[in-house]
C-alpha cells in the first residue's frame, strides 16, 4: 500500500459498528465520513467519489444502497447479517459488491478492506485505460470522416486523403485531429 489517503464513506445506523470501524480506519491513512441516513448516503455517493464505501445492511434488508451506487467507481464493502450472508451475497455479486459477514472479526475486516483498496486502485487502472481508448477511438471517428468528407468533396482517394491530413498537420505543426476539425468545419 502507498501513503494516499483513501476516502470512505460508512452507512450505517448502528452507533457500535461506526464506533468500532471509525477507530480502525484512521487517519492518515484513511478519510472516514459517517453516516447513519441512507438517502443521505446517496446524496453523498452522487456528489463525491469515495475510493471505498461500506455499507452495514442492518438486518439484511437494506441493500438497495449498496446496489444503487454500484455504478460508480467506488469498491463497495456491504455487511450482512451471518445468517443471510449466503442468499445477500449471492443477490449482490453481479454488481461487484464485496460481501462481509457480521458481527466481525476485526483482522478479517482489516484485510476485506486491504482486498478493497487493491480492487479500487485496479478500477482506476482500468477507468484510465478505458478514458484513453474512448478519445482514441473519438480521434479515430474523427480523422475517418474527415477523410470520408475529402473523398467526397475532392474526389481524394482514401490514401490521397490520409496523406493531405498527415502533411498538413507535419507542415502546420498540428495535430491531425485538429486538420480534420478544420475540413469537417469547411466541408462538413
Do not use: W
Request: hydrophobic share 45%; glycine share 4%.
Amino acid at each position: 500500500m502507498t501513503s494516499e489517503v483513501h476516502s470512505v464513506l460508512l452507512v450505517s445506523k448502528d452507533s457500535k459498528i461506526s464506533s468500532l470501524i471509525s477507530t480502525m480506519l484512521a487517519a492518515p491513512l484513511f478519510e472516514l465520513n459517517l453516516c447513519s441516513d441512507f438517502n443521505e448516503a446517496r446524496r453523498l455517493a452522487k456528489e463525491r467519489s469515495f475510493n471505498i464505501v461500506i455499507v452495514d445492511s442492518g438486518d439484511g434488508g437494506d441493500t438497495d444502497l449498496a446496489v444503487d451506487i454500484s455504478d460508480s467507481l467506488s469498491t463497495i464493502l456491504l455487511m450482512a447479517p451471518a445468517e443471510h450472508f449466503d442468499q445477500i451475497s449471492y443477490s449482490v455479486e453481479g454488481y461487484g459488491i464485496l460481501t462481509i459477514t457480521k458481527p466481525f472479526d476485526p483482522f478479517y475486516f482489516y484485510n476485506m478492506i486491504k482486498i478493497a483498496i487493491a480492487v479500487q486502485y485496479k478500477v482506476q487502472v482500468l477507468s484510465s485505460q478505458t478514458v484513453k481508448l474512448k478519445v482514441k477511438m473519438e480521434e479515430i471517428r474523427l480523422v475517418n470522416r474527415a477523410k470520408m468528407l475529402l473523398m467526397q468533396n475532392l474526389s481524394m482517394t482514401e490514401q490521397e486523403a490520409h496523406r493531405y491530413l498527415e502533411k498538413e498537420a507535419m507542415d502546420r505543426g498540428m495535430k491531425r485531429t485538429a486538420i480534420a476539425e478544420d475540413v469537417i468545419r469547411t466541408y462538413g
